[in-house]
C-alpha cells in the first residue's frame, strides 16, 4: 500500500508564491510517475503537471510558464513550484502516483488566494 500526504497549502495573497509537497510512504519501490491535480467546488479535477521517475516534466498547456514540478527520489518527494498566485488558482491540490497498474491519490492541501 502507498500513502501520499500533501502539504504547503494555505492562504496567500495575489502574487505571492507557494512550494506545495507531496511526500510518498510505503511500498512505493522506485518506478513511479507523481502527478499534481487541482479541483475547485463544482469544477472537474484538472492536471497540473506530471513527473517520472528521471524527471521528465509534462505540463497542461493552460500550467505552463508560472508552476513547476519537481522531485527528489531519496526524499519520495515531488514538489509544485507556483509563481505569481492568482485567484484562480484557488483550489484543492491533490497529489496523484501511478505505479504499474496501480494509482493512488493523496488528500489533498488547499490553496487560497486573496485577490
Not at 16 to 30: F, H, V
Not at 47 to 61: C, F, K, M, Q
Not at 89 to 112: H, P
Amino acid at each position: 500500500q502507498v500513502q501520499l500526504v500533501e502539504s504547503g497549502g494555505g492562504r496567500v495573497q495575489a502574487g505571492d508564491s507557494l512550494r506545495l509537497s507531496c511526500t510518498a510512504s510505503g511500498r512505493t519501490g522506485e518506478d513511479y510517475a507523481v502527478g499534481w491535480y487541482r479541483q475547485d467546488p463544482g469544477k472537474e479535477r484538472e492536471l497540473v503537471a506530471t513527473i517520472d521517475r528521471a524527471g521528465s516534466t509534462n505540463y497542461a498547456d493552460s500550467m505552463k510558464g508560472r508552476f513547476t514540478i519537481s522531485r527528489d527520489n531519496a526524499k519520495r518527494t515531488v514538489y509544485l513550484q507556483i509563481n505569481s498566485l492568482k485567484s484562480e488558482d484557488t483550489a484543492v491540490y491533490y497529489c496523484n502516483l501511478r505505479q504499474f497498474a496501480s494509482e493512488y491519490w493523496g488528500r489533498g492541501t488547499q490553496v487560497i488566494v486573496s485577490s
